[in-house]
């Protein structure tokens, strides 16, 4: 099953993106190297799906104000920044 993956800086900032994602099946996951990952699984490439979780991404990075996130999808990584006032 293909997921969405955002890589936290620590267990603080990953169960931060667990909670703020919870709606999407958001699941802490720590790696062999000691890292932590924020796995949301998606089933069939659902586009609405990842709109939807990038958006709520986006809000929970502005709303905690420390930085950007950085997220792995189909392979390729990405940042999701701050949105910025209108």
């Given amino acids: 099953m ?8 620590s267990r603080e900032s990953a169960e ?3 909670a ?3 709606e999407f099946d ?7 190297e000691g890292r ?6 998606l089933t069939g490439g659902d586009t609405k799906k ?3 979780a990038l958006n709520a991404l986006e809000a929970y990075v502005t709303q905690r104000g420390h930085g950007p996130a950085r997220v792995e999808l189909g392979g390729r990584r990405y940042l999701v920044d ?3 006032p209108d």
Avoid: N, W
């Fill in 36 to 41: 932590y990952l924020v796995e949301i699984p």
């Fill in 82 to 84: 701050a949105a910025t």
């Fill in 2 to 9: 293909e997921s969405f993956d955002i890589h936290a800086v």
């Fill in 26 to 32: 958001a699941k802490l996951v720590e790696t062999d």
């Fill in 20 to 22: 703020a994602l919870k």
């Fill in 16 to 18: 931060g993106f667990c």
């Fill in 50 to 52: 990842i709109i939807a």
